[in-house]
């Protein structure tokens, strides 16, 4: 009997190793089906989850029941999965070089309890090559056991979008592959019994990497080109959005607006790929000028925003600013390498003072991710507001309500374009990018 048939008897287990924003969501849905292991290093989210709570804040408590999956911090728990999904974080480093020790780290659990004829599925976005050059061994090595003949790998990149309802695990279409014909068949079969949306079977293992590393990277060149823009407009005296409005309206023009570019996919997976290239000796130029253009936006942010307090008459060292959001996108309670944080440093090297709110941002892990601490409420009089993030408290907001917390006028900076119709507010100055 195939691994596939295996499963679906329920003679072996499936077990999801990262239980994150990818992982978590994988396990549950699987474990509608299969019987599931979900194992994650931390062990106040496993308990957590033991009591249907997300987290990540992603998923409600009801998608919890029913669900044949059993939490587990100990590896030891692990040694009847035969069917593994590794969904870690692939960070980077400060020299923006690819950070692979939590994916080492999860090979590491998976080889030591690896058995003949186990399947282990990378979801994690890596560079091409990852997979079966730097994980592969690893397993190897643990478990005794020699690739392809032994066991069997595949890779099946995530695509889930945090905050996202509409696009979710079941509703995209899955990219996969094996290290075989057989693997690939069984792991595509495994995977359309979770996703309504198909998947797509790749030729490689390889394909399958570089087709998850393209998409986030595509994104961020086309969103640097569009900040770049936007300085540009700037200095014209022109709004982004009016010029982009205008350009939308014919059929085939990419509609991509300006903005912070964080999170721990568009604004990290491009550095995998630059890695990889320069390893085959050639420098990504246009990929690496995009990285740096969206990576000086929260500074370009908040030079702007001094500037114009500056404009106003008002003394920069008894100013004070309120920056709205601190997630690195909206309606998430995700911080991670969010690019707000660049705004606020800018800010505060001309000794402004910075209050920052946000409904959804964990006051305990900014401050320890960040070192500052977030505000339960604005505490005004400011100089500026930044509306950095689009949460929904966020939208639709009066114009009263800005005008309130700067009494004594300023700007309201609208970095997503959400209050473009404030352009002609007598009583404060609008800028977006």
């Given at each position: 009997m195939d691994m596939y048939n295996k499963l679906i008897a329920k003679e072996v287990k499936l077990g999801v190793i990262g239980l994150g924003y990818v992982g978590l969501p994988i396990a549950l849905e699987f474990a509608k089906k299969l019987k599931v292991v979900g194992f994650d290093i931390n062990q106040d989210r496993v308990e957590l989850m033991r009591n249907n709570i997300d987290p990540s804040k992603e998923l409600d408590a009801s998608e919890f029941e029913g669900a044949d999956i059993f939490f587990t911090s100990d590896p030891e728990d692990l040694n009847d999965v035969s069917f593994f999904i590794i969904a870690v974080p692939t960070p980077i480093d400060e020299s923006n070089l690819p950070n692979l020790k939590p994916l080492i780290g999860a090979s590491t659990t998976v080889g030591k309890v690896l058995s003949k004829g186990d399947y282990?599925?990378?979801?994690?976005?890596?560079y091409p090559g990852c997979t079966e050059e730097d994980c592969v061994p690893v397993l190897e090595e643990l478990s005794g056991l020699k690739y392809n003949e032994d066991f069997k790998v595949g890779y099946s990149p995530e695509r889930i979008n945090p905050g996202d309802k509409e696009h979710t695990l079941s509703s995209i279409v899955k990219v996969s592959s094996g290290s075989c014909s057989v693997s690939a068949e069984n792991i595509a079969k495994t995977y359309e019994l979770v996703v309504e949306a198909g998947v797509h079977r790749a030729s490689s293992i390889m394909v399958a990497e570089a087709a998850k590393i393209i998409e986030n990277t595509q994104?961020?060149?086309?969103?640097?080109?569009?900040n770049e823009l936007s300085i540009i407009f700037n200095r014209l005296g022109i709004n982004t959005y009016d010029v982009l409005t205008a350009a939308g309206t014919k059929w085939n023009f990419l509609k991509f607006f300006p903005g912070l570019v964080g999170g721990h996919c568009i604004g990290v997976d491009p550095y995998y790929l630059t890695h990889k290239a320069k390893q085959t000796g050639y420098h990504a130029k246009i990929i690496n000028s995009g990285r740096y253009v969206n990576d000086s936006m929260g500074f370009y942010v908040g030079k702007q925003t001094v500037k114009k307090i500056?404009?106003?008459?008002?003394?920069?060292?008894d100013s004070k600013v309120l920056i709205m959001g601190a997630t690195f996108k909206e309606d998430v309670s995700d911080i991670?390498?969010?690019?707000?944080?660049?705004?606020?440093?800018?800010?505060?090297?001309?000794s402004v003072a910075v209050d920052v709110v946000d409904p959804y941002a964990d006051p305990n892990e900014v401050n320890q991710e960040y070192g500052y601490k977030t505000k339960n409420g604005p505490e005004g009089p400011y100089d500026a507001v930044i509306v950095a993030v689009n949460h929904s408290e966020y939208k639709d907001l009066p114009e009263e309500f800005f005008e309130k917390l700067m009494p004594n006028g300023g700007i309201l900076v609208d970095i997503k374009g959400g209050y473009k119709n404030m352009e002609n507010n007598k009583k404060l100055e609008y800028w977006s990018l």
């Open positions: 282990v599925v990378y979801e994690s976005t890596v994104r961020d060149v086309n969103i640097a080109l569009v500056i404009a106003q008459g008002k003394r920069v060292m991670r390498n969010s690019k707000v944080i660049d705004v606020i440093r800018e800010i505060e090297s001309f």
